[in-house]
């Protein structure tokens, strides 16, 4: 995007690491850093079969989903991610 407070993010978490919290955690903490930098809104491309990352995004306030060809676009406010407290 050509937008300066709009940033495509991305999270991994290592398979035996998932369900744990750290998901979660990333992405609070990435959104304190975007906060600082001037970002308002994040948008992510997850795969519409990753059940677990579209729920992760759904539980911490999507705004809006879009599916394409088996892509969904998530678009999230860094400003409500961060109302949400780290740990």
Same mark, same amino acid.
């Given at each position: 995007?050509? $937008?300066?407070? !709009?940033a !495509?993010?991305? #999270?991994?978490?290592? $398979? %035996? ?13 990435? =959104?304190?850093?975007?906060? #600082? ?6 948008? %992510?491309?997850?795969?519409? %079969?990753?059940?677990?990352?579209? =729920?992760? #995004?759904?539980? !911490?306030? !999507?705004e809006?989903?879009?599916?394409h $060809? ?18």
């Amino acid at each position: 995007t050509s $937008d300066p407070t !709009e940033a !495509e993010m991305a #999270l991994v978490v290592e $398979d %035996a690491q998932q369900g744990r919290g750290f998901g979660t955690l990333l992405l609070r903490a990435l =959104a304190r850093v975007a906060h #600082l930098h001037g970002i308002t809104t994040f948008t %992510a491309l997850v795969l519409g %079969a990753n059940h677990p990352m579209l =729920a992760l #995004l759904r539980a !911490e306030g !999507e705004e809006s989903q879009v599916f394409h $060809d088996g892509v969904v676009t998530v678009t999230l406010s860094v400003e409500r991610l961060m109302s949400h407290p780290l740990a």
